[in-house]
């Protein structure tokens, strides 16, 4: 594999964890859902969530007021080969259940940890197999 392969896999690995998050964000339950391979797994706040039934389920249940700003950094991923990649990334999430326009009144972050993923190459382009969350930080 030549560097220029490698680095079209990591940004194309990078651009799908961003994508995730904007999904998230946005309510794009369809699309959120086809961030990963069919029966690929998120594992979250200790729920393992892994079929694509599953995760529109996930983002239907979101309470219709949630309003939430992923914020996604220090990507990192490990092309393992043509077709598989590992990666980590932090994120920092804001988040409130709050009713009418304008904006929540917040200051902190809910939580801040990182990601740990398993890419795979499909023929619609790289997707996630697996993606874990884990907390360092959360606000009481």
Not at 2 to 19: G, N, P, Q, V
Request: a neutral charge.
């Amino acid at each position: 594999m030549t560097e220029a392969e490698r680095d079209l896999i990591e940004r194309a690995c990078e651009k799908l964890s961003i994508a995730y998050a904007r999904h998230v964000d946005f309510r794009e339950g369809e699309a959120f859902a086809d961030t990963f391979i069919e029966d690929g797994e998120l594992e979250v706040f200790g729920q393992k969530i892994n079929s694509r039934a599953a995760r529109l389920k996930f983002m239907a249940e979101r309470p219709a007021n949630r309003k939430a700003l992923h914020l996604v950094t220090n990507i990192y991923v490990n092309v393992l080969d043509e077709n598989h990649a590992e990666g980590k990334s932090y994120i920092t999430l804001f988040r409130a259940d709050h009713d009418g326009p304008g904006p929540v009144p917040n200051t902190l972050p809910m939580l801040a940890g990182y990601m740990e993923d398993k890419y795979v190459r499909t023929p619609k382009g790289w997707k996630f197999s697996a993606r874990k969350a884990t907390m360092v930080f959360m606000n009481s």
